[in-house]
């Protein structure tokens, strides 16, 4: 196993105790844990990359951690009320559609390649400073609104512009 695979499968552990330290509303815990998900997100790929670990399983996993970690960590956060329901069902249904999309590819015998594109990734970034600005300011007592909302907006812009991107590569790729 590689050291990259090794951080993804680490965050994919820390996915249940960050939902049940949200559930007991323990977010300075949950803080400090997303915190440490959201590090090995970064270092699993740069390490990766620089170690030569690249590996097919490696991708699928390390899709898999962000995906479940953002979705389970937002599913969490609504469960208090902390996130709006819309940027949920956003979030999420996303994720489903671009699923959807390499699931159709692959069964017309035209698999797309498994590529994450750079505005995902910076949807991925702002879903995980949305996420960690909300345990924080319940694990430090901020009551920054104005902050919370501009971030929510951001995530819901970032994540349409992602999947109209997404759609317009799989579109191309089917065509040709």
Same mark, same amino acid.
């Given at each position: 196993? @590689? /050291?990259?695979?090794?951080?993804?499968?680490?965050?994919?552990?820390?996915?249940?105790?960050?939902? %049940?330290?949200?559930?007991?509303?323990?977010?300075?815990?949950?803080?400090?844990?997303? @915190?440490?998900?959201?590090? @090995?997100?970064?270092?699993?790929?740069?390490?990766?990359? %620089?170690? #030569?670990?690249?590996?097919?399983?490696?991708?699928?996993?390390?899709?898999?951690?962000?995906?479940?970690?953002?979705?389970?960590?937002?599913?969490?956060?609504?469960?208090?009320? &902390?996130?709006?329901?819309?940027?949920?069902?956003?979030?999420?249904?996303?994720?489903?559609?671009?699923?959807?999309?390499?699931?159709?590819?692959?069964?017309? #015998? #035209?698999?797309?390649? /498994?590529?994450?594109?750079?505005?995902?990734?910076? #949807?991925?970034?702002?879903?995980?400073?949305?996420?960690?600005?909300?345990?924080?300011?319940?694990?430090?007592?901020?009551? =920054?609104?104005?902050?919370?909302?501009?971030?929510?907006?951001?995530?819901?812009?970032? @994540?349409?512009?992602? %999947?109209? &991107?997404?759609? +317009?590569? =799989?579109?191309?790729?089917? +065509?040709?």
């Amino acid at each position: 196993m @590689t /050291i990259a695979n090794a951080l993804t499968l680490l965050r994919l552990c820390l996915i249940p105790l960050i939902v %049940v330290m949200i559930h007991e509303r323990r977010f300075d815990l949950a803080f400090y844990t997303f @915190t440490i998900a959201g590090i @090995t997100d970064a270092l699993d790929g740069y390490l990766a990359r %620089v170690m #030569n670990q690249r590996t097919e399983i490696g991708a699928y996993l390390d899709a898999l951690a962000d995906k479940s970690l953002i979705a389970a960590s937002f599913i969490a956060l609504y469960g208090i009320q &902390a996130v709006p329901y819309w940027l949920v069902v956003l979030v999420i249904f996303r994720d489903l559609m671009i699923v959807g999309a390499v699931a159709i590819a692959w069964l017309l #015998n #035209n698999p797309i390649p /498994i590529e994450p594109l750079r505005i995902s990734k910076w #949807n991925t970034a702002a879903q995980i400073v949305a996420v960690s600005f909300t345990l924080g300011a319940g694990a430090f007592g901020l009551d =920054w609104p104005d902050v919370a909302l501009g971030l929510q907006g951001l995530v819901a812009g970032l @994540t349409l512009i992602s %999947v109209a &991107a997404y759609f +317009a590569r =799989w579109f191309r790729h089917m +065509a040709e």
